[in-house]
């Protein structure tokens, strides 16, 4: 995995080993943030489960503000410390170790910072819809802001979150990407 645009560009990334994290694979990587084109740029990132960084150090290495990635995997999370000290980007990124289907008081904010949300969770397990009400609970999603989510079919965005407006769908082999505005 590498990262495909900006100032890192064509820096690999360290990767975790096991089946417990799926990395996004770097064609979707791709075809995410060529439709984000230059909505990254002066944005405040919020990467949930975030693996190995990939999607967040992306949008660091493409002109975000700041950057937030969480995840509640210890190996996850070193594997992201080890990227982001490679790439010298500790301004710019913060890495919580947190759970995120409990709740994400750890971002809970006064004031709403984040306009672009990534959001992987592992398939199969239930937390699309916990870590989108989890994520509505912490206010700290900015009016209007752009939330992806990767997930499967068997697992789609859920009927009855009416803060949420799906503008986008689309699918790459077994994953489908939802683009959605938050609206509050």
């Not at 693996?51 to 949008?59: H, K, R, S």
């Not at 989510?149 to 689309?170: A, C």
Request: charged share 20%; with cysteine; net charge positive.
């Amino acid at each position: 995995m590498r990262i495909i645009s900006g100032q890192l560009r064509g820096r690999k990334l360290f990767s975790i080993s096991g089946s417990r994290t799926r990395p996004t694979a770097d064609k979707v990587r791709e075809s995410i943030f060529n439709i984000l084109s230059a909505r990254i740029e002066n944005t405040v990132v919020l990467d949930l489960f975030a693996g190995t960084g990939a999607l967040g150090i992306e949008a660091a290495s493409r002109g975000a503000l700041g950057v937030v990635c969480i995840d509640d995997n210890p190996i996850a999370v070193r594997a992201i410390q080890k990227n982001v000290s490679a790439f010298a980007i500790e301004n710019s990124v913060k890495i919580i170790k947190w759970n995120i289907s409990r709740n994400l008081n750890c971002i809970r904010s006064p004031q709403p910072i984040y306009n672009l949300v990534f959001m992987d969770p592992p398939y199969g397990r239930g937390l699309v819809k916990k870590a989108l009400k989890n994520l509505h609970r912490s206010q700290s999603v900015k009016q209007g802001a752009t939330l992806i989510v990767e997930h499967t079919e068997q697992e789609p965005i859920p009927d009855g979150l009416p803060f949420l407006d799906i503008t986008d769908q689309r699918k790459y082999g077994k994953t489908l990407v939802s683009f959605l505005t938050y609206m509050v």
